[in-house]
Structures are given as C-alpha cells and as structure tokens.
C-alpha cells in the first residue's frame, strides 16, 4: 500500500528538500502551500514598473513542479489573523509570531490530511535553523500543540528527534533521513546538488513580512492609530507599497506612489481611501489613511504630496483631492521644503 | 459549455490562482472556467498551476492590464 503524505511547501530549499527525502522513498507526496498576506511572493514585483522586466515567478508552485507533484494553494487570510494579533507564544525580535505560525499551519494540515485521507505531514524544519520556531525545545512544542504529534516527520532533522508514527511502522526507513541542525545551509546545499536542484529560493529574511523590521513598524504603526489591533487584507497589501508618511501628532497618514508602477496600483484604491493627485505638474498618487479631513488637513497633506511631484519647487502646484469613490475638488498649495518634513514622520 | 468567469483583478498573486483553484474544485471534468486577473504574474503562475494539477491552460489573452485566462477542468483534485 503507498502511503501518502502532504508537505508544507513554503517554496524554500529546506521544503523542496523534505518533500523529495521522502519522494525518494516511495511515498506518494503532495504539497500544501498557506497564503497569509504577509508572504514575500514577487508583489513588489507585481507592481512596480521598474521591476517588471525581472523574472517573477512563485516559488511553491515552482518547487512544486520541480517535485512533479500537486500543490494545494490555501487562502487563510482570516483564520490567521488571530496569529497575528494574539499569538500565544509572542513575538520574535519583529512582529513575527513565527512558532505560533507553524504551529497554525501543522494544525491546518493536520485537519487537511484527515480529509484527505493522507497520512502523515512532512515539513523542511532543521533543528536550530531559526532562532524562535526551529529551536530543540520549540519542535516538539509544534507537534504537540498542533495536534499533529507523531505524524509530523521532519525529513532533514528526524535522526536527531524520536522516531515518529511513519518510521516506528517502517512507511518510511529513519536510515534514509537526515541529522542536519544549525544555522549552516552546507548540508542543505550538498543534498540539492546530489539531487540535481540548483535555481532554488533563496529568501534573505525567510518567507514572511512579518519578520521585516520596517514592515513591522509600520504594522505597529497601524495598530496604534487605529487603537486596536486589527487589520483587513487591503490593509496589509497597501504596508508594502509606496511611502508612507505620517506627520507629527496626526491620526491621518499619507501612502505616496514612487513610481508609476504604485500610482497604478494605489489608484485601484481610491473608491476606499480620500487620495490626493496632481494636476499642474507630473507628480504621484498619495492615498490619505485616517477620518475624513478638513479644510485645514487637506491643504497640510496636498502641500507634502506636491513636494514629490515635478512641482516640487515651483511657487504654488495644484492638486486634486477626492473622498472615497466621490468626485475630486481642487486645491492649490505651496509644496513643502524638504527640511519641512522631518525624518520622524517617515514610517521608514 | 459556457464558462465560468472570474473576477480577480486588483488581487496579487497567489490570489488569482487560488480563486481559479477552488472555482474549478466543486466543478464537473470538462468545466472552463475564465478569470480576468490584473497582475502580470499570473501569466507564469496559472500555467504553472495547470501543468502541476493536470488541468488544461486554454489560452492567455492581454486586453490592455487585464488577462484573460482560460481553462478547463480535466481531473478532479
């Protein structure tokens, strides 16, 4: 009988790895990918138009196809929002909630395989790999807490664990997995060359905008303003894009396109959100996150907007203020100096 | 047979591919399904998802910034 399991694909080496560990074992393997918001998957990418001559690709799908399997792509943008904001672990050195992430996510394959009627789940996790989620105390903390226990086999790391549920009944022969531990990708790197994988992802702060620390601060950012913690989707999406400013004391903030690639973008937003655009001068699309301003405000947010645009050293630039979906108004103003805007109201 | 359209503009990738994704699931083998979709990437990404779940990538079409995607269903998941 081929036993069957499902590997959590992130789209890194480490995923691409277990999964073929146990391919090579005669089980029948596919992948489960979990959409969150906060991945780092090419939206950059997406939308700025410099950018848009660079190869884009998906790297689950991509892993996914390097291993010939199937990939189950799954939308848990609102079941994780309870990780975010009240994980139960804490947070790691940014707003990254990362062994309540994983723990989330072995539960939710766990949930999946018993529909599915698969049998275990693997996972790329090495012993010591990261410093919150991938620690010696903290794997057996996954296990557990997700209700996966021993059907959770960790290919890459499993001669330094105890033999789970697949080994102990010899679905899969513990002498083919691997002992890695630590920080160091060698071993990592040695057995994607003997397998022949060599264009594989390699994410400089892993997988997820929550361990980026000017992504956190502006999420934190969020969460005060609004004083609670709580977001929607459109929110998370718009912390990746242009340049976000919030002068002193406000409770509004400013998003500025930096290219027309973002203009584009943001102005998909403009039904939502008040925005500011300029019409006598070449110049970006601002969108204004806060309660509806006045007269006082717009003027205040139209005169840093003009500062980014070709009119920034003209004596007076006009712009056009619109609420959210309603007809836009005009506003002249003098564009603020640099010195003006103070580095403290940039969200970096 | 009259194909299931979708909307998925504005969305970034993967959500156009999950939307095609869990369209087709409910559906019957022989379903099409279109989705119009903004982002550049799904260009990539949708063939990509039909040659890995065996299902058949009709053609790809660009009207301006928006893509015209369509597929059928050949395989249940």
Not at chain 1, 55 to 68: F, I, S, Y
Not at chain 1, 164 to 185: A, I, M, N, Q, Y
Not at chain 1, 236 to 263: D, F, N, Y
Not at chain 2, 51 to 77: A, H, M, P, S
């Amino acid at each position: 009988m081929t036993r069957k399991a499902v590997a959590l694909i992130s789209g890194g080496l480490d995923s691409l790895l277990a999964a073929r560990v146990i391919q090579e074992q005669g089980v029948h393997v596919e992948g489960i990918n979990f959409f969150t918001g906060f991945c780092v998957e090419g939206h950059t990418h997406a939308i700025r138009k410099k950018d848009k001559d660079k190869p884009k690709r998906n790297n689950a799908l991509w892993v996914a196809e390097q291993l010939g399997i199937k990939l189950h792509i799954v939308d848990i943008v609102e079941e994780y929002k309870d990780v975010v904001i009240n994980p139960k672990h804490g947070y790691g050195a940014n707003l990254n909630p990362c062994l309540d992430c994983k723990i989330f996510m072995v539960q939710q394959a766990y949930q999946w395989i018993r529909d599915k009627g698969f049998d275990f789940i693997i996972t790329g996790e090495v012993i010591g790999q990261r410093p919150m989620s991938q620690r010696k105390e903290t794997l057996p903390v996954v296990a557990r807490e997700s209700g996966a226990d021993d059907l959770l086999l960790r290919p890459l790391c499993a001669k330094n664990l105890p033999p789970t549920l697949p080994e102990r009944e010899g679905w899969v022969d513990r002498d083919r997995l691997h002992d890695f531990s630590g920080r160091s990708r060698k071993p990592q790197m040695a057995l994607a060359r003997q397998y022949g994988f060599e264009d594989y992802a390699q994410p400089a702060g892993g997988c997820c905008f929550l361990t980026d620390e000017n992504y956190s601060i502006k999420l934190q950012d969020l969460w005060t303003h609004r004083g609670e913690k709580r977001y929607e989707l459109d929110d998370i999406m718009l912390l990746k894009v242009g340049r976000h400013l919030r002068p002193e004391g406000q409770s509004w903030k400013l998003i500025i396109a930096r290219e027309e690639g973002e203009t584009r973008f943001l102005s998909g937003y403009k039904g939502q959100f008040q925005s500011l655009r300029t019409l006598s001068h070449g110049g970006p699309l601002a969108l204004i996150d806060g309660p509806t301003l006045n007269d006082e405000q717009i003027r205040e947010a139209a005169a840093i907007v003009a500062r980014y645009g070709q009119g920034k050293t003209a004596p007076e630039v006009e712009l056009e203020y619109s609420p959210p979906g309603g007809d836009g108004r005009s506003v002249t103003v003098a564009p603020k100096a640099p010195h003006e805007i103070p580095q403290s109201w940039y969200l970096v | 047979m009259k194909p299931l359209r979708i909307d998925a503009r504005r969305l970034l990738c993967p959500m156009p591919v999950i939307r095609l994704q869990d369209a087709l699931e409910p559906l019957p083998v022989g379903s099409v399904v279109e989705i119009t979709a903004t982002d550049p990437g799904v260009q990539n990404d949708i063939p990509a998802w039909c040659r890995i779940n065996g299902q058949r990538l009709d053609g790809i079409e660009q009207r301006g910034n928006e893509y015209i995607i369509t597929v059928t269903k050949l395989c249940d998941d």
